[in-house]
């Protein structure tokens, strides 16, 4: 049995995976007419759009009316926003739900069903102040018991939320002290814990389910018939095949304009980028391959929008500096390992630019961010000083660095499904090669991954890591979170028990501090000691491209790399002009 | 033959129990359970799950239990005639696979209905095709048809499924925009009058039933010239073509007619078939089968289900085959013999 703790992780895993089936295509509509397959500086590879709006609709105000069509790859599982654990069921529950708060496209928290909130100055409390007048579909109101029944709910054992319930960790209760307002207790001032209230809110009188009455819960019909407080209500849902919602008229921001939202279940991209083609979709990821089959083709892109965004998730080499190996317990040398590696190259040449070199755990261009903070250069003579310096010399004239008769050898443990992955490790092992360094690789199957990255058993792994709603970084880099526990499995995601006694204490710092300026100082010093250290080679962030039919106006992808949907108050903003519809 | 039934259908049980326990073995093998899975498919945040909460999760759905104790739970529960609990969908094992979505679509909606549709469709198909084919070339072995026939049958049955599939989509859905290759309904089926639905759902499946069908069109064809064949050497025969008769005639009054007893094995290989789903047709074609079910049940280790899909499959075969044996006991005593 493959440890537990961390199954969390496949999801990122199976992200990377299917992010990157769409990753090495070409580029925006902007930069038609670039030979195919020419290497094109990444900098600027997510073409410039943010916003589908066609200019003889500029101004003009939005009309109700339309649907939009879209696949989704397998059904929902369920839609009651409690249970549901996967991608899917979020797709859609999260048109007929609301939040207490959400992210907007900045990655900056917005009320939704909280009309505000404020934190004590000790940080130890958050009251929100609940919007009123907010009905359910059902045409009940919406009360703070609503929000304290949804969080008990998922914080009943007997619940299968187990994914829901770290986030409130460091919750000590949830209160109300009258119908619209709710007080949150923490156990101690934590920053981070606004944004477990991304907290989808079920409605009391018709979920509340008698004590010890959880089992129940996960197979309650609101998973099949939901009823919430959100923009669309559940109209048609026929298993495999599809889902509809309609607009809810009662919606307190006001009707949303779009009549009608239906997802098509289609396995697989190829069938969708046909019936895109045909008209059936009004949306498509584009591939690698589909891409440079439609970049030239003017009926198809005077039709569409075209978006390129970088995904939130990032990939990395993590240096096991444990000591259980004699490399990387030494900064110079993870220096010089991200100084030999040629990143560029891998995003110029495999992802055909459709990406971005990485510098650090924290999203390029986010708050969190320190924009001082650049990727090393590829520069192979700085990776053979650093390794100079450190005694790794070349004596015994093999070609491979040694030093106290210890040649540099190593291995670098990938999961074997991702067959990307593999492909950038050829182009680093010839990188590292040239600077003395030798690299194999050890590709096995994912649990297997995960539990010997788990039992930090490697000596190097490439891996993909997105730190969330929230940088804060601690699970990934504090040193408490790279021990090992009596069972013999980490304590945390950090595998490569990194520690540096000034990143912990920044780390505790940002956690406790609310002003958003203070605790970005501390995430960006954070970022700089993590650049200097090196724990991990940060390699890339890989980007999507959408298309999505241009009858939708008002249509806006988020610089933050949430994409098109999921943010506040995203799809509720488009809408379709009378003369556009078919 | 009372007995001979009797002997066969207690053989079955050894054989389904052997069935089911090896195909729980190979999921239990597999790593991953239920809700490690990753079933996450795009971006936005999974937060870490507390070691102790998960435990309590597995134990809850009786996971933590060595495998012969979960398969002997599951034996039992099925003997008691309830094939389990979706751990995916959270809802009855048999809800899932014959009913349908929470809006209604009748059995039609249901994955087995979708399946026996489609595969209906694909069988008549190949039946259609190849039976002729087979008794055409029957007529002049050897000759310019049989060779021709066979040649193109055999290409036919080379060609990957999954690439023709893709090629129907790009000529007759995108190019040609001649027919629907995504789903089993239009957007208005619900508006239609019975005939127009029917039409719809010919429509929607007659690309998925040619990629079904084509790969099948050489077995089926050969088999039915083999059988002919054999049945034309016989005496009855010569005697048929000394009184006068036609050729044409023998072979489709005396001939055929005496050849439908082998072909009685082709029907019981072919029945399983429909109910088999198949995993990268219905994937490709959006077609909400049993096939695109299994997969789904594979990716998210909802044993239950895997379970069921097995036993589905296992049971068709078991029966048809016992039908075939039956049926040829009856009208050939020499069967019931013991070897």
């Known amino acids: 049995m493959k440890p537990p703790r961390r199954c969390s992780h496949a999801p990122f895993l199976a992200a990377a995976l299917l992010a990157f089936a769409a990753c090495s295509g070409g580029g925006g509509e902007e930069r038609k007419g670039v030979a195919e397959g020419a290497s094109r500086p990444a900098a600027d590879a997510p073409s410039a759009r943010t916003v589908g709006l066609l200019p003889e609709f500029e101004g003009r105000a939005p009309e109700p009316g339309g649907t939009f069509t879209r696949a ?60 009123r007048g907010v009905l359910w579909q059902d045409g009940k109101p919406f009360t703070a018991d ?31 002290t009258d119908d619209h307002t709710v007080v949150v207790r923490w ?5 981070p814990g606004l944004a477990a209230w991304v907290f989808y809110v079920m409605p009391r009188h018709l979920c509340a389910y008698p004590k010890g009455g959880g089992k129940a819960f996960n197979t309650s019909p609101a998973g099949a018939s939901p009823v919430g407080t959100g923009p669309f209500r559940l109209g048609e849902w026929r298993r495999g095949e599809l889902v509809v919602l309609e607009a809810n008229p009662s919606y307190f921001r006001g009707r949303p304009h779009l009549d009608r939202l239906v997802f098509k279940i289609v396995p697989q991209s190829q069938t969708q980028f046909a019936a895109y083609q045909t008209g059936q979709l009004d949306m498509a990821s584009l591939s690698a391959e589909q891409w440079p089959q439609v970049r030239d083709d003017a009926a198809f892109l005077r039709g569409s929008w075209i978006f390129e965004y970088t995904s939130r998730q990032f990939f990395y080499i993590g240096w096991n500096m444990d000591g259980s190996n004699p490399f990387f317990a030494d900064a110079r040398v993870r220096r010089a390992m991200t100084f030999a590696m040629n990143r560029q190259g891998v995003v110029d040449k495999i992802l055909v630019g459709h990406g971005a070199v990485a510098n650090g755990p924290f999203y390029p261009g986010g708050w969190e961010s320190n924009p001082a903070v650049k990727p090393y250069p590829h520069d192979p003579a700085k990776a053979m000083a650093l390794l100079d310096e450190a005694g790794w010399k070349d004596s015994d004239g093999d070609g491979i660095r040694d030093r106290g008769g210890v040649r540099f050898s190593f291995e670098c443990l990938v999961p074997a499904e991702a067959e990307m992955f593999s492909r950038w490790l050829e182009v680093f092992q010839q990188d590292l090669r040239k600077v003395g360094v030798e690299m194999s690789v050890r590709r096995v199957e994912w649990g297997v991954f995960l539990d010997r990255t788990h039992r930090h058993a490697f000596q190097a792994c490439l891996s993909g890591w997105n730190l969330g709603d929230d940088p804060d970084p601690h699970q990934f880099l504090h040193s408490s979170q790279g021990k090992l526990l009596p ?12 520690s540096n006694p000034e990143v912990d204490r920044l780390i505790e710092v940002q ?72 | 033959m009372w007995a001979y039934a009797a002997r066969r259908i207690l053989l079955m049980v050894p054989t389904f129990v052997l069935i089911t326990a090896v195909v729980f073995l190979a999921v239990k093998a597999a790593p991953g359970n239920p809700f490690s899975a990753a079933r996450s498919t795009g971006e936005g945040a999974v937060r870490q799950m507390n070691p102790a909460d998960y435990e309590a999760m597995l134990a809850r759905y009786g996971l933590d239990r060595p495998w012969y104790v979960q398969y002997g739970k ?68 050897g000759g310019f048809f049989d060779r021709f026939a066979s040649a193109v049958l055999y290409v036919l049955y080379s060609l990957p499924n999954f690439w023709i599939a893709i090629l129907l989509i790009l000529l007759f859905g995108v190019t040609w925009d001649l027919l629907p290759f995504m789903g089993m309904r239009s957007d208005g089926y619900d508006s239609l009058g019975p005939a127009e639905r029917a039409l ?85 074609f959006a077609w909400p089968g049993l096939g695109q079910l299994y997969m789904k049940a594979v990716f998210t280790r909802d044993y239950p289900l895997i379970l069921a899909e097995s036993v589905l499959g296992a049971a068709v075969v078991l029966f048809s085959t016992l039908a075939v044996d039956l049926a040829y006991s009856a009208a050939d005593p020499r069967v019931r013999q013991e070897p």
Request: charged share 20%; glycine share 8%.
């Open chain 2, 74 to 141: 599951w034996l039992g529960s099925l003997l008691s005639g309830s094939l389990g609990e979706s751990f995916s969908e959270r809802r009855p094992v048999s809800q899932v696979l014959f009913g349908a979505g929470p809006s209604g679509g009748g059995f039609l909606g249901s994955p087995l209905g979708a399946t026996l549709c489609l595969n209906g469709l694909a069988l008549l198909l190949m039946a259609g095709l190849a039976v002729p084919i087979g008794l055409r070339s029957a007529l002049r072995p």
């Open chain 1, 511 to 582: 956690q406790g501090t609310f002003d958003r300026e203070e605790r970005r100082e501390a995430l960006w010093r954070i970022h700089e000691l993590v650049a200097q250290d090196q724990p991990h080679t940060y390699l890339l962030l890989g980007s999507q491209i959408v298309a999505v039919r241009n009858r939708f106006q008002n249509v806006r992808v988020s610089r933050a790399g949430y994409g098109l949907f999921t943010w506040y108050p995203s799809l509720l903003e488009w809408w379709v002009p009378t003369e556009k519809r078919s």
């Open chain 1, 72 to 131: 989704l790859p397998a059904d929902p599982v369920t839609l009651n926003p409690v249970v549901a654990s996967d991608q899917i069921s979020f797709l859609v529950y999260k048109w007929i739900f609301d939040p207490l708060i959400d992210m907007n496209e900045a990655m900056e928290p917005v009320g939704v069903l909280a009309e505000s909130w404020e934190t004590t100055p000790d940080g130890k409390a958050t009251t929100f102040h609940l919007r």
């Open chain 2, 200 to 284: 719809d759902l010919f429509r929607h499946a007659l690309l998925p039933a040619i990629c079904l069908a084509y790969g099948g069109l050489a077995f089926v064809a050969r088999f039915t010239r083999g059988a002919v064949l054999e049945v034309l050497s016989r005496d009855f025969v010569r005697v048929a073509r000394a009184k006068g008769l036609s050729v044409r005639q023998v072979l489709l009054r005396h001939a055929f007619r005496n050849a439908l007893l082998p072909m009685l094995t082709l029907g019981g290989l072919l029945v399983p078939a429909l109910v088999s789903g198949s995993v990268i047709i219905e994937s490709l």
């Open chain 1, 487 to 498: 069972s013999g499995q980490g304590a945390g995601q950090n595998d490569v028990s990194y």
């Open chain 1, 187 to 191: 156990k101690s001032p934590y920053a």
């Open chain 1, 146 to 176: 609503d929000v304290l029944f949804t969080y008990e709910a998922a914080m009943d054992p007997d619940v299968d939320a187990v994914n829901k319930r770290p986030a409130f960790t460091e919750v000590e209760s949830v209160r109300k």
